[in-house]
């Protein structure tokens, strides 16, 4: 993962993922890499929770013994233990979480009109009502017709009132 992670830094990237799954002791490597990669310029490694296509029934087998809330709290705290301080998790999890010097990056985030693939979704305003920092909203704009009139319709949706 280090290598892959400087790969991309050098490529110019700012934000790279991994999984939580990956352990503590890996991500303690990952967050001392990150502090010597900010060095040189901004750069932030986020530890990505439990996948938004995912509900509590069609998790792995061997990830349904427990919630998702527990899951991604247990997540997010390893990660914090580690030196990590970026997530990627659902805005659906949010509340349960302590959000203060976390960066969270919401994926899911889904209109009405996009393709229902993902299971726990939110609109991007729902998202950041609820402490997301970063959203990710890929395919609502790469699969809408007009792709400069959805970018456009997000970023409205996004105005403060």
Same mark, same amino acid.
């Given at each position: 993962?280090?290598?892959? $992670? &400087?790969?991309?830094?050098? =490529? ?7 999984? *939580? @799954?990956? +352990? ?43 919630? $998702? &809330?527990?899951?991604?709290? =247990? ?7 580690? *030196? @990590?301080? +970026? ?75």
């Amino acid at each position: 993962m280090e290598a892959s $992670i &400087k790969a991309s830094f050098d =490529s110019g990237a700012s934000l790279v993922t991994i999984h *939580g @799954l990956s +352990g503590v002791e890996a991500m303690q490597k990952l967050a001392r890499l990150e502090k010597e990669l900010n060095k040189e310029r901004p750069f932030k490694i986020l530890v990505v929770t439990i996948l938004t296509s995912w509900d509590q029934q069609s998790l792995p087998p061997n990830l349904q013994n427990w919630e $998702i &809330k527990k899951h991604v709290q =247990s997540l997010v705290k390893s990660a914090q233990e580690a *030196g @990590l301080t +970026g997530i990627v998790c659902s805005a659906h999890e949010l509340e349960y979480l302590n959000l203060s010097n976390l960066f969270v990056v919401t994926p899911g985030l889904q209109f009405q009109t996009d393709n229902e693939d993902q299971k726990r979704t939110m609109t991007p305003r729902e998202a950041l009502n609820k402490g997301a920092r970063g959203l990710v909203v890929g395919r609502s704009i790469l699969q809408a017709k007009d792709i400069r009139v959805r970018a456009q319709e997000i970023l409205s949706s996004l105005e403060l009132n």
